[in-house]
């Protein structure tokens, strides 16, 4: 196990700049995230200037680039393209591991199961895997109901956030079932009112975590996910968490 950052934590910048900061907090593996709503990458940009992408993305500042997080607003057939690309550019850049958002709630089951399984197919071709993130407001806030969808889609997995099952309607469910499904990992601090809360103010038990993922032989990335606070040192805030995970491992 290691310890990344996600750009999400400098949603607004642009890609190199996030980089240079995550450099500078002395982090040596990074996860970047390819939302639509990113001012420079995004999945369409992807799908349509896929060699720019790459030179993006490659150009890490020694950063071991880990995994991607795809969320894609585009609809039908341009959906699946732009996930293919999404899915060259992380064999091109040689990384195996893809979180996607699930369905909103209410989306049919069979829906959901079939996007999926296509996904997961997709991204096979590619050499890479697909996890769904835990989150509030999609299937997956629901434990119980991420079992049922990598049970009946072959290959899925995953990304395990606590803080969706600390804050969220689910918080009386038993998590460690996910344990076993787990592909990839989000991680800041929850209380039960607040998604997230400054490092040491909440209720996410990072020690037991890692110590549920090791006994399932996870190898893989604690990947730091922390948006910017009103009046809270937001490097300070990543730089305590990416400490506190290291004397842990």
Request: glycine share 6%.
């Amino acid at each position: 196990m290691f310890v990344s950052a996600s750009t999400e934590c400098f949603g607004d910048l642009p890609l190199v700049q996030a980089l240079d900061k995550i450099v500078e907090l002395e982090f040596a593996s990074v996860e970047i995230a390819i939302h639509e709503s990113h001012p420079e990458i995004k999945p369409s940009m992807v799908a349509g200037d896929l060699d720019k992408a790459v030179s993006l993305c490659r150009h890490t500042h020694r950063l071991d680039l880990v995994a991607y997080s795809v969320e894609i607003e585009a609809t039908g057939e341009d959906y699946y393209q732009q996930f293919t690309a999404c899915c060259k550019l992380a064999k091109a850049t040689k990384v195996v591991q893809i979180t996607v958002p699930s369905g909103e709630l209410g989306t049919p089951f069979n829906e959901e199961v079939e996007r999926l399984r296509r996904l997961v197919g997709i991204a096979t071709q590619s050499g890479a895997r697909v996890s769904i993130r835990s989150q509030i407001g999609r299937l997956s806030e629901d434990p119980d109901t991420v079992v049922v969808l990598c049970d009946n889609v072959p290959g899925l997995g995953v990304t395990f956030d606590p803080s969706h099952y600390i804050c969220g309607p689910c918080s009386h469910k038993n998590v460690e079932k996910l344990m076993k499904y787990t592909y990839h990992t989000h991680l800041r601090d929850t209380s039960k009112k607040q998604l997230q809360v400054r490092v040491g103010q909440g209720e996410v038990e990072y020690g037991r975590l890692i110590s549920l993922l090791k006994k399932q032989k996870y190898n893989r990335a604690l990947s730091v996910n922390i948006t910017e606070m009103p009046e809270v040192d937001h490097m300070g805030e990543l730089r305590k968490l990416r400490l506190l995970l290291e004397s842990l491992l």
